[in-house]
T-cell receptor, first 113, second 112 residues
Framework: EAGVTQFPSHSVIEKGQTVTLRCDPI?????LYWYRRVMGKEIKFLLH????????ESGMPNNRFLAERTGGTYSTLKVQPAELEDSGVYFC???????????FGQGTRLTVV | GNSVTQMEGPVTLSEEAFLTINCTYT??????LFWYVQYPGEGLQLLLK?????DKGSNKGFEATYRKETTSFHLEKGSVQVSDSAVYFC???????????FGPGTRLSVLP
């Protein structure tokens, strides 16, 4: 069974550019989460999808971040325009049910220069 | 709000040494507790978990016991190996919540 996969693994962009991160959850997992770890600090929650609906987006830092999950399958996280402080590792996770073990992807390391 | 505190690293040990990484939490109600590990170049992997007080999670020689009285979930291993070098994250999910709350991570380096 394939795990959670994320693309790209690394991205280096200039300030002001746009970047789109993609996450493919484990098949059948309705719950999909985005997290990020900035500069070696805590891994912080960004948002949670249940199927195609945003269940909780309280962790989204500002309106430069847009997450979608069309059809309740894969998800994208777009940052537009990117700022220096957006650099970090963005993790995606999925789970069968809420409040249970979540399976994480390898993460996308985003560097904004 | 909910939070997780764990010892800052890096922690450097010799092979076969005893490992303890402290983790304490603040949460309302009865959260589930987890240890995740990130090996170099890889994603987060669940190492072990405990869902109620006094439960002990164990995997790959690692253990952690859910101590409600001290709000702790310390990770231990009796004899570490070089292959255990990684970053370890303590985390919780509140029983009414939907997302994980992570600690800052502890980097462990095991020297041969």
């Amino acid at each position: 069974e394939a795990g959670v996969t994320q693309f790209p693994s690394h991205s280096v962009i200039e300030k002001g550019q746009t970047v789109t991160l993609r996450c493919d959850p484990i098949s059948g997992h309705d719950n999909l989460y985005w997290y990020r770890r900035v500069m070696g600090k805590e891994i912080k929650f960004l948002l949670h999808f249940v199927k195609e609906s945003k269940q909780d987006e309280s962790g989204m830092p500002n309106n430069r971040f847009l997450a979608e999950r069309t059809g309740g399958t894969y998800s994208t996280l777009k940052v537009q325009p990117a700022e220096l402080e957006d650099s970090g590792v963005y993790f995606c996770a999925s789970s069968l049910k809420m409040n249970t073990e979540a399976f994480f992807g390898q993460g996308t390391r985003l560097t904004v220069v | 709000g909910n939070s997780v505190t764990q010892m800052e690293g890096p922690v450097t040990l010799s092979e076969e040494a005893f490992l303890t990484i402290n983790c304490t939490y603040t949460a309302t109600g009865y959260p589930s507790l987890f240890w995740y590990v990130q090996y170099p170049g890889e994603g987060l992997q669940l190492l072990l978990k405990a869902t109620k007080a006094d439960d002990k999670g164990s995997n790959k020689g690692f253990e952690a016991t859910y101590r409600k009285e001290t709000t702790s979930f310390h990770l231990e291993k009796g004899s570490v190996q070089v292959s255990d070098s990684a970053v370890y994250f303590c985390a919780l999910v509140a029983n009414y919540g939907q997302n994980f709350v992570f600690g800052p991570g502890t980097r462990l380096s095991v020297l041969p």
